[in-house]
């Protein structure tokens, strides 16, 4: 590991003594992004995938971490002591567990251990620090691309309104036509059968001076 690089024996073994050994089956979470950084880990055995979850549910992987590496390191030691991804066994994994009370303790005693690890914390931040800045462009450019997807969803939907409108409009004016076109038949109908009522009963009526009386 390069946090453990630069340590001498006595330095791997005072860890190694007084840390915590923990077990982690496959799928197993070891914390999670926001959780209070109180720990790190070494990795005896197994694997572990550092990830996010974006904000449209998107999880994305930091890293993957081996045998031999440790993780979380950055963190511990941040001002703001929270891990800013979550931690989970991609395997069946054996880590061994160092508080920070514990770290901080070896780093009392010891002003070059604290030298040793200084440039480990820093490289292994600096790589995290990027893959979330890289992470967090892609949650703005997804996130813009939402938006615009909003916006043409609306505009859909407004002509899509608006062409319901126009619809429901045409349909009324043909109803009107069709019910004044039955109207006006109606209309001429009555008319033309009061006409040949009329015709009819003038034929029927005796003309003036065509009679004659009996001779």
């Known amino acids: 590991s390069p946090l453990f690089s630069g340590m001498d024996d006595a330095a791997v073994g005072f860890f190694a003594g007084r840390g915590h050994i923990r077990e982690c089956k ?24 550092l990830y996010r979850i974006s904000r449209d549910g998107e ?3 930091i890293n993957i971490i081996a045998p031999g590496e440790t993780f979380a390191e950055a963190a511990v030691f941040s001002p703001m002591q929270r891990y800013p991804v979550s931690a989970q066994a991609v395997d069946d994994a054996t880590v061994l567990e160092i508080s920070r009370e514990l770290f901080v303790e070896k780093i ?13 914390i820093s490289a292994r931040q600096r790589y995290l620090i990027q893959q979330i800045e890289q992470l967090t462009i ?14 043409l969803r609306q505009r859909i939907l407004k002509m899509k309104q608006a062409q319901a409108v126009r619809e429901k409009s045409i349909a009324h004016r043909s109803r009107q036509t069709k019910r004044f076109s039955k109207h006006q038949e109606g209309t001429y109908g009555r008319s033309q059968n009061e006409n040949t009522r009329t015709k009819k009963r003038n034929s029927c009526r005796p003309r003036s001076g065509t009679q004659k009386g009996p001779q």
């Open 108 to 120: 009392r005693e010891s002003s070059d251990f604290a030298l040793s690890i200084l440039g480990a």
């Open 138 to 151: 892609k949650d703005a450019q997804s996130l813009r691309m939402q938006r615009e997807n909003l916006r």
């Open 26 to 49: 496959d799928g197993a979470d070891l914390f999670e992004m926001g959780d209070v950084a109180r720990n790190f880990y070494f990795i005896i055995s197994g694997w572990i995938k």
């Open 59 to 61: 999880e994305t992987v």
